[in-house]
Each structure stands twice: as structure tokens, then as C-alpha cells.
């Protein structure tokens, strides 16, 4: 086996994996309503409001829409936000393509569709 060595982008890789890990199981135990309330990030209304709508079935649960953005779009989520604008439900997603491509991607949390798509190269 050869030595583990650690250079500072890799570093920044692990560390950028672990916090991505954590957004992602937080952002989703959120939106089931398992995460505590004293840990959740938004204030208590946000919260309940979220998963009155997961509950209602006004939102697609974030695992199920991931899925089929995924299928469409190559990388790795990096941020995910739900939204409540106009009376509807929107996930914000953030992704990194393999080719160092930042996606901001705006979908219909009831239906899954993609509604915009914002791209820009990474340096």
C-alpha cells in the first residue's frame, strides 16, 4: 500500500467533500423533518412551513428530484436551497461539471422541471 500524502488540493477536496456531505444529509433530513429543531438552519416557520409541504405533497422530496437532475446534468451538487417564491415552491441547486462548469439550476419542486439554468466556467 503506498502512503496517503496530502497536498493542499487535496486538502481542500476532502474538506469540500465532507462539508458537501453534510450540507446534503442536513438539506435532506430537513426536508423529511428528522432534523431536530434546535440544529435546523432556517427559522422555525421556514422549517415547518417545508415540511407542511413535503407532508401536503407540494414538493417533491429533495432525494427524488436529485435523481432525475442528475440524470440531465453530470457533476456534483454543491448547495441546494428551497425556495418559496410567488406562492411556489423552487429547489436551487448549485453543481460542479466535470469540466469545471458552476451550474445554478432553478426547478419546480412539485414537478421536478427545470425551469432555469444559469452556467459559468470555473477558474
Avoid at 6 to 32: D, E, I, N, Q, Y
Avoid at 61 to 70: C, F, I, M, Q, Y
Avoid at 71 to 90: A, C, M, S, T
Amino acid at each position: 500500500m503506498l502512503p496517503r500524502t496530502s497536498t493542499p488540493t487535496t486538502a481542500r477536496f476532502r474538506k469540500g467533500l465532507a462539508v458537501l456531505a453534510s450540507s446534503l444529509l442536513m438539506a435532506g433530513l430537513w426536508l423529511t423533518g428528522m432534523v431536530p429543531a434546535t440544529s435546523a438552519h432556517a427559522d422555525e416557520s421556514d422549517h415547518e412551513m417545508a415540511r407542511r409541504a413535503l407532508r401536503e405533497g407540494k414538493v417533491m422530496p429533495l432525494r427524488a428530484v436529485l435523481d432525475k437532475v442528475e440524470k440531465e446534468f453530470k457533476g456534483q451538487v454543491l448547495e441546494v436551497e428551497l425556495e418559496h417564491d410567488d406562492g411556489r415552491f423552487i429547489y436551487e441547486i448549485k453543481m460542479l461539471g466535470d469540466q469545471g462548469m458552476l451550474s445554478k439550476l432553478k426547478v419546480d419542486a412539485a414537478t421536478g422541471q427545470i425551469l432555469k439554468i444559469k452556467q459559468k466556467r470555473k477558474h
